[in-house]
């Protein structure tokens, strides 16, 4: 069985050092180059020989720019042509080539709140008038003096405060609502757009791991209402394979049309012990991939590594405080601590933000 493990020795030195592209040409060019090697290699008819390399090793340098050359790098590019080339032992059929993606920390950055939080601030505010009994709410007082901290333990409270003051919105409503917001607010470090603070390493990796047969998912604590609005733009990862917590919504119908209505409680909260669960209800495949970035992903990690067949498990450390933020075991927000010990316990893969990604955020758009 391929387990794509290191040494714990290595591990521990890995460990303590640890729409937006870089431009739409340049991705658009590296996708095309991978999808082209995927595909000739799927379909051309030249004879195979025993000294030609996998299509995945011949993709790599040109999918994957934005990686430094490195353990990391060369553990993803080894797992993707062991379990993509035709006659190897490791080898995965397309329909199981399973990829699941957190999304706060792993594919945009969620310092120093996660953003769904901004947007869920500025929402309890407007809707404070009308709900006085939240005075003495906790998360709401957190949420109003910007405690990060109180904040992080509070997610399921906070979803069911927003739950309350978006409830009786049509879902399109919320739709626009979030779509509105995306398109105004800033981050108050970068001063950039939210969505264009996601990580050009792993867009590259998604369209690599695409180009490769695999087919992606977002599994987040974040809400699928909040998500689904940009993320086909953003990693081109279709609303259908976002996994996210949920509210309840009930159909109902409005002036002869029919709609869904957003009601006061939280469905399912998929954070944690639920990202398998959600994984298991809306794929019905254990993956064969799986990257996150803090101890709320280290069950969905678990689950994947405890696959029969190939499997690779993925950490990104935020081990930079120039270009990004620098945060691990005593974080409130994207806390890496348990996780991280698992990692080095089983040979996960590390990867440091500071010295295995060569960019971080694509170049702002003009």
Request: glycine share 8%; charged share 20%.
């Amino acid at each position: 069985m391929l387990s794509c493990r290191q040494s714990r020795e290595s591990e521990r030195a890995a460990g303590s050092i640890r729409p937006a592209f870089r431009s739409a040409f340049g991705v658009a060019r590296v996708a095309l180059i991978a999808l082209g090697v995927a595909l000739c290699a799927a379909g051309c008819t030249t004879p195979a020989t025993t000294t030609a390399a996998p299509p995945a090793a011949v993709s790599a340098a040109a999918a994957l720019p934005s990686w430094r050359d490195g353990r990391a790098k060369q553990t993803i590019q080894k797992f993707v042509a062991d379990v993509t080339r035709e006659g190897s032992p490791n080898y995965v059929p397309p329909a199981e080539r399973i990829a699941v993606f957190d999304n706060d920390g792993t594919l945009w950055s969620e310092q120093p709140l996660y953003f769904q939080f901004a947007f869920m601030l500025d929402q309890v505010k407007a809707a404070a008038p009308k709900h006085p009994e939240w005075k003495n709410n906790p998360a709401f007082k957190a949420l109003v003096a910007k405690d990060y901290g109180a904040l992080a333990g509070l997610q399921k409270q906070v979803l069911q405060l927003v739950a309350v003051a978006n409830s009786g919105m049509t879902v399109d409503e919320y739709d626009k609502t979030i779509r509105n917001w995306l398109a105004t607010a800033r981050h108050p470090k970068f001063n950039r757009p939210f969505t264009e603070l996601v990580y050009q390493p792993q867009l590259e990796l998604l369209a690599y791991l695409r180009a490769n047969g695999f087919k992606t998912f977002i599994v987040s604590g974040g809400t699928i209402e909040f998500m689904r609005p940009w993320v086909e733009q953003a990693y081109g990862i279709p609303p259908e394979q976002v996994i996210g917590s949920s509210q309840v919504v009930q159909y109902q119908m409005h002036d002869g049309q029919g709609t869904l209505v957003r009601q006061p409680k939280i469905d399912f909260v998929d954070d944690g012990p639920g990202k398998p669960v959600g994984i298991y209800r809306s794929i019905g495949r254990k993956p064969i991939l799986a990257f996150g970035n803090s101890d709320g992903d280290l069950q969905m990690l678990q689950y994947t590594a405890s696959g029969s067949g190939p499997h690779l498990a993925l950490l990104v450390h935020h081990d930079d405080a120039v270009r990004e933020f620098a945060y691990d075991r005593t974080s409130k927000i994207g806390k890496l601590d348990k996780a991280w010990d698992e990692a080095i316990a089983d040979g996960w893969t590390v990867v440091s933000m500071k010295d295995d990604w060569q960019t971080i955020y694509p170049a702002p758009k003009q």
